[in-house]
């Protein structure tokens, strides 16, 4: 007889809900990586879900009966636990099928051999043959502000795997012990401070997969603690019950401090609810990503939006503005992205020209800044 254990259902989905996000699809190479890898230990139970550039390993505790390991096809079996009445749930394993019974329900799935489950490479901490996954020692962080960071940031990382390096984020060192998150798409740009020790030494960074923080983000309640590791060709974070490993993007991050301007004349400051209030409504009226124009003068800005054959939306607010009348244009969904990134009552514009790189920020918030390209209208 194999692994055997009781747990409620709703742990049970839990964990599985958890580790099926980094599971392999129906079409890949290895089926193996479609399957949960279940391992009971002395009543704690790990599922982990793995694709070998994204794992997650949950844990909880079960009443176990039976230790043990076992593969089981994770959507599937996610499925199961999902449709299954609330309550008790006993899960066995026996001749290469796992049975689960909750109240009169009986559930048969066959699994996947263990032998073909990937070893992963980083799961032995002091590192393998290659010790590419030697972790550093960890670093927390606190898991609100972690949070706010990565929502903050890894919007505007790329989607397009044909410049993998643009899909990443990048962490790098940024003097007295901080830790600069930082990502692009070659259309805009965020940077966000971290307070707190530094992981990496002076001038050292990692690229790390905005997919897989997008996860992380996830994962984060408002009172957790993030605690990060680093190793050669990986990053690994914990939080609470689970802990999630990502292979690292190698090559260079583009040089961003060189796009940041010094030098923006024009600066304009407006309440950041009302901004976002009515560009979002102007947009309506910017389809097929029409740009939608921003018209800056003292004391007033003039948001407008024009699509031929459809209409024209314009609607005006009061703002605080410095420097020579100006018009630019932006993409209305990056724009929006970029004032939902900010935080606090008021954010300022800063720009240069028409077609130069703009500057947004919150008033009086110096760790992020959100840097986006104007579209040429004519």
Known sequence: MGMKFRCERDTLLDVLMVAVRATAGAGASRTALTG????????????????????????????????????????????????????????????????ITAGSSEFSIRLIPEDDYPQLSFAQEGGTDDDSAAFSPAVTFDGAEFRDALSQVVRSASSDDSRPILTGVLMAAEGEGR??????????????????????????????????????????????????????????????????????????????????????????????????????????????????????????????????????????????????????????????DGIEATTGEEVTLATADAVKPALLRSVGDEDFLYLLMPVRVS
């Open 36 to 99: 949960a890898h279940f391992d009971l230990v002395d009543g704690v139970l790990t599922v982990t879900g793995s694709d070998l550039d994204l794992t997650l390993s949950v844990t909880a505790e079960v009443l176990g009966t039976a230790g043990g390991a076992a593969v089981t096809p994770a959507r599937l079996l996610t499925d199961v636990v999902r449709a299954l009445p609330a309550g008790a749930v006993e899960f066995s394993v026996d001749e290469g099928e796992a049975t």
């Open 179 to 336: 830790l600069r998150l930082v990502s692009t798409d070659s259309y805009r740009l965020s940077v966000r401070d971290l307070k707190g020790s530094s992981i990496l030494g002076e001038h050292q960074s990692v690229l790390v997969p905005s997919r897989a923080l997008g996860e992380l983000h996830r994962l984060i309640d408002d009172s957790d603690e993030v605690t990060l590791k680093l190793a050669e060709h990986y990053a690994q974070f914990v939080v609470g019950n689970v802990q999630l490993t990502t292979r690292l993007i190698p090559g260079d991050f583009p040089n961003y401090q060189g796009l940041i301007p010094t030098d923006h004349p024009n600066s304009l400051t407006v309440n950041r609810e009302q901004l976002l209030e009515v560009v979002r409504r102007v947009r309506l009226l910017a389809q097929d990503s029409t740009p939608i124009r921003m018209v800056m003068a003292e004391g007033n800005l003039e948001i407008i939006a024009i699509t031929l054959d459809v209409g024209k939306a314009n609607e005006s607010m009061e703002a605080t503005y410095t420097g020579e009348d100006l018009t630019v244009a932006f993409n209305p969904g990056y724009l929006i």
